[in-house]
């Protein structure tokens, strides 16, 4: 199968237009929202009646998958199975006091290995279509990751078990086909969505999934872009409700995971085995699939670059409450609104903001060539970052040039009393300090110069500009006592490098 290259114009072009990404192409929230492939007819009956038809029909199936050497399968025409899986769809409802529930997961975890290795407990029918029925037990599987009152540990484990169902279907089917793959990345899109979309309640199961949702998401995603590169309306999806999930620590984390990685695949055949590696764990590493080629990843990177949306709103936490499931929930049940504050996960914002910004200046370090260790659990040393060095040093810039970015950078800095006394500082009194120092070592200690063979200063700018510079002035306070002072250091200090670093 192809890796299908009818998803857009090539990452030069799209460096030109990013802030009309996708914008000619629909999105899928109108398809998701009007597929009615989880509901069984069932539904149609009264609960008792789905209930008793549900936990009669079930229980043999999975009891059969359950014996040492599980027998072959008493479903043998195509009828059979499916008046069968629309049991087993409506079981998938139920609540989680009975084996009912666990059944009907064994059953279709089992099932959707037809796209994987036929066995004899799998019913010839789906072993002739397997695409086919797979497609529909995905779509019935969205129903187990519906929140369930005081049933969350059987639930996250049920739902583990789907999620690992799925990620050996991803890695090991070679015959699936591109609408099977369409369907598995929008089922992944729905369940993040059903359980991450909503402001998070403490001990509930989307904290619990969470990290293992996105995971499998992204991990899926990398490889259908291998397989079968998903098309532009998927991407534009993918985005939109990303946005809406950002809340999640987790979400921030696994993106960082993946454009890291990414990064280093693209830095690697970009500029060549002569140019500082960008050093990231091999976990991380192997999350992109070793038969992914350049120009998809080159591709695959961009997209994702984008996919977390502009990384600065989750400073607002206005921004980040206005998605439709925090609106639904914003008025309680006498019709009166909410405050922002009464939702607990908007306090973690400034963390979970603290930490998409240190990602993206770990990117801006890869692309200068600097390599240097940061931790994430705590902030970097600040430095004087803006003290210039007084020895005469040869530049090739030209000196219109320079004086133009001194400007700029002033003219941005202007507005932060900080940042201006710090700059007068500069003007009248000498310093050793290098301006690109590094905030994790001394004063005394150079910061590793950029790369020479690395990219252009607007190259750069055009990529992560616009994001640094608004994150450098957010004032934005941290729950553990780290401020904006210090905690966007990184930021200012990568602004800095790169426009005063000679080309």
């Known amino acids: ?21 996708y914008s000619e192409w629909r999105s899928l929230h109108l398809v998701i929202q009007n597929d009615k492939g989880h509901t069984s007819v069932l539904h149609s009956y009264p609960d008792s009646v789905g209930r008793e038809v549900a936990n009669a029909v079930v229980r043999p199936l999975g009891q059969a998958l359950n014996t040492p050497l599980p027998a072959e399968s008493v479903l043998k025409t195509d009828k059979e199975v499916k008046w069968t ?61 519906v929140p369930r009152q005081d049933q969350g540990s059987s639930q996250v484990k049920l739902c583990l078990q789907v999620l690992k169902a799925v990620q050996k279907l991803a890695h090991e089917s070679t015959t699936m086909a591109r609408e099977t793959w369409e369907v598995l990345l929008l089922f992944l899109l729905q369940i993040n969505d059903i359980l ?19 995971g499998v998401l992204f991990e899926v995603w990398l490889l259908a872009c291998t397989r079968c590169f998903p098309t532009p ?26 454009i890291c990685a990414l990064t280093a695949r693209l830095l690697r055949f970009t500029y060549g085995p002569s140019f500082p590696p960008f050093k990231i764990p091999d976990e991380d590493a192997s999350l992109i699939p070793p038969e992914m080629d350049n120009e998809c990843v080159a591709q695959t990177w961009f997209r994702f670059l984008h996919m977390l949306s502009n990384p600065v709103d989750l400073s607002n936490p206005a921004i980040i409450s206005s998605t439709p499931k925090f609106q639904e929930q914003f008025l309680n049940v006498s019709g009166m609104a909410q405050e922002l504050n009464q939702y607990p996960c908007l306090k973690h914002l400034p963390q979970i903001f603290f930490r998409a910004m240190r990602g993206i200046s770990c990117l801006v370090d890869a692309f200068l060539g600097i390599s240097r260790p ?24 030209p000196p219109h040039n320079r004086r133009h970015r001194t400007v700029t950078v002033n003219k941005t800095m202007k507005n932060s009393t900080a940042s201006t006394a710090h700059s007068s500082k500069v003007q009248h009194q000498p310093s050793s300090t290098s301006p690109l120092s590094s905030p994790n070592q001394t004063g005394s200690e150079p910061r590793p110069l950029p790369a020479p063979h690395r990219p252009k200063v607007n190259s750069i700018l055009n990529l992560f500009g616009s994001w640094l510079f608004d994150a450098a002035f957010v004032h934005c306070k941290l729950h553990n006592g780290i401020n904006r002072d210090s905690s966007m250091t990184d930021l200012e200090e990568d602004i800095i490098v790169i426009m005063f670093s000679p080309e």
């Open 233 to 258: 309306p998927y991407w534009k999806t993918a985005k939109e409700m990303v946005a809406n999930w950002r809340h999640h620590s987790a979400v921030v984390e696994q993106w960082s995971k993946v």
């Open 374 to 397: 940061r931790s994430d659990s705590a902030p970097p040393t600040p430095v004087n970052r803006l003290s210039m060095p007084q020895t005469t040093t040869v530049n090739t810039t």
């Open 85 to 145: 899986v629309e049991v087993i769809c409506y079981g998938l409802t139920l609540p989680l006091d009975g084996d009912t529930v666990k059944y009907c997961v064994d059953v279709y975890t089992d099932w959707i290995m037809a796209l994987v290795l036929p066995k004899d407990s799998i019913p010839p029918p789906i072993v002739k279509e397997p695409n086919l029925y797979v497609q529909i037990i995905l779509k019935h599987l969205q129903n187990l990751f």
């Open 1 to 21: 199968m192809g890796t299908g290259w009818d998803c857009g114009p090539k990452v030069q072009t799209t460096l030109q237009h990013k802030g009309t990404m």
């Open 196 to 214: 991450l979309g909503a402001p998070t309640v403490q001990g509930g199961i989307a904290e619990s999934l969470a990290e293992k949702l996105i």
